[in-house]
């Protein structure tokens, strides 16, 4: 079985550019959510969606990021304009469904740095 | 509000030695506990969780880790460190099935032969 993946692995772009970074889960995984760690710091929650509809996006930091996750299989993440504290590496997770303690299965990340 | 605290930035054992990775949670709810670890140039892959039960939950690669609620800890420990057990440890908890997790800063862990 494929695990997450995450295209790219590396990005670097200067400030005011848009970047879209793209996240596949698991096949079947109802629960696709997206992470982000600043350098040093936690990993910290963005947003978690049930198949395609956002479930919360408490943790989305402004409205320079959207989400999107088109027919609730890959999700797309779009940094637009980017600015320096974007810069970090964003992880996607998955899991199955939500009635259950299943543990969440993360991809290898996408380091974004912007300059 | 959740929370993870991981009290030490780095953790240095000699291979062959016990480890032990702290880690306590502060959550208005049943936890549900992970451990996740980070090797370079990796993703998280998961180690092992506590979500009701046996209060000793073990994991891959010899791993462990006892949830102890009176302290509000989920400690990982193993008993003999191996070099390739080098990486970054991160803990994590969440509240209902289906929610995203609260991480800690991460732990770096150093096994030096």
């Known amino acids: 079985e494929a695990g997450v993946t995450q295209f790219p692995s590396h990005s670097v772009i200067e400030k005011g550019q848009t970047v879209t970074l793209r996240c596949d889960p698991i096949?079947?995984?109802?629960?696709l959510y997206w992470y982000r760690r600043v350098m040093g710091k936690e990993i910290k929650f963005l947003l978690h969606f049930v198949k395609e509809s956002k479930q919360d996006e408490s943790g989305m930091p402004n409205n320079r990021f959207l989400a999107e996750r088109t027919g609730g299989t890959y999700s797309t993440l779009k940094v637009q304009p980017a600015e320096l504290e974007d810069s970090g590496v964003y992880f996607c997770?998955?899991?199955?469904?939500?009635?259950?303690?299943?543990?969440?299965?993360f991809g290898p990340g996408t380091r974004l740095t912007v300059t | 509000a959740q929370s993870v605290a991981q009290p030490e930035d780095q953790v240095n054992v000699a291979e062959g030695n016990p480890l032990t990775v702290k880690c306590t949670y502060s959550?208005?709810?049943?936890?549900?506990l992970f451990w996740y670890v980070q090797y370079p140039n990796r993703g998280l892959q998961f180690l092992l969780k506590y979500i009701t039960g046996d209060n000793l939950v073990k994991g891959s690669y010899g791993f462990e880790a006892e949830f102890n609620k009176s302290q509000t800890s989920f400690h990982l420990k193993k008993p003999s460190a191996l070099v390739s057990d080098s990486a970054l440890y991160f803990c994590?908890?969440?509240?209902?099935?289906?929610?995203?997790?609260?991480f800690g800063k991460g732990t770096r862990l150093s096994v030096i032969a």
């Open positions: 959550v208005s709810g049943n936890p549900y």
């Open positions: 994590a908890v969440r509240v209902g099935q289906g929610t995203p997790l609260v």
């Open positions: 096949s079947g995984h109802d629960n």
């Open positions: 997770a998955s899991s199955p469904q939500r009635t259950s303690g299943y543990e969440q299965y």
